[in-house]
């Protein structure tokens, strides 16, 4: 494993590396028409942006159903184990999650500092929402730092769910497969509504992740954890065919 570690991570990083570098670009560019459009609007009217975290999460999310299979098919092509082909996604998409965090911090403080002689212009990230307060005050360094961190949390935690759905695909029939992707968004809205009907109290829970970013971190990082380990069980013993 020790042997093969190494080239499995490296073809993964890069393979991962390419795509979030569109991506980045594309939201680099959308920033910078935001920013653009921000220097010539009227002092009666106002515009907000901070959709990056959240973007690059759902972009993160995507990566995690779409490449963990034929990453899995080309290692074990030149006969790298399951276990080390799957420890070295993992290692890759903890590296472009910290990549696309400071990256992130980078365009956004520089977008905020653009915007800083506009108080009708604000920009923001999800960090700054949920733990700062709307406040139009740049974050220092420090919470840039944290910012970062925490993004990374969420990046990491999303693709790992992501490769859950595609691992889980793979180990079903196509008649399970069609059940199971129609009873996701049900599934989604129904078990908030069961477990309010059955009286659960999700306040406190709610209300402890939003205290801290600290808590918010190591929430996302228990459930990449508990995830990744299910992701395993269904790896392990899943018959990989090739790509039809």
């Known amino acids: 494993m020790k042997m093969n570690l190494k080239p499995a991570y490296r073809y993964q990083f890069k393979n991962f590396l390419k795509g979030s570098a569109v991506f980045y670009i594309i939201m680099a560019f959308i920033i910078t028409a935001f920013m653009v459009l921000s220097v010539n609007i009227g002092e009666n009217s106002s515009i907000n942006f901070g959709g990056y975290g959240l973007s690059v999460a759902i972009y993160m999310f995507v990566v995690g159903i779409v490449y963990i ?35 992130g911090e980078l365009v956004t403080a520089s977008a905020q500092a653009v915007a800083s002689g506009k108080p009708n212009v604000f920009v923001f990230d999800f960090y700054q929402l949920i733990y700062l307060g709307t406040d139009r005050v740049s974050p220092t360094f420090g919470q840039h730092i944290m910012s970062a961190f925490t993004n990374t949390s969420l990046f990491c935690s999303v693709c790992i769910v992501g490769m859950f759905f595609s691992l889980l695909f793979w180990r079903l029939n196509k008649f399970w497969t069609i059940v199971v992707a129609i009873s996701i968004p049900f599934a989604l809205n129904g078990i908030p509504y ?10 406190p829970l709610v209300k ?30 899943a018959n990989i065919k090739a790509a039809k």
């Open 69 to 103: 299979r034929s990453d899995l098919r080309l290692c074990l092509q030149f006969g790298i184990s399951r276990r080390t082909a799957f420890l070295s996604e993992l290692l890759s998409l903890l590296s472009i999650s910290v990549i696309l965090s400071i990256a």
């Open 194 to 203: 069961l477990l309010v009907k059955l009286g659960v109290n999700l306040n």
């Open 208 to 237: 402890w992740i939003a205290s801290s970013p600290f808590c918010f971190i190591l929430t996302c990082f228990v459930i990449a954890a508990l995830v990744a380990i299910i992701d395993w069980c269904l790896l392990r013993n």
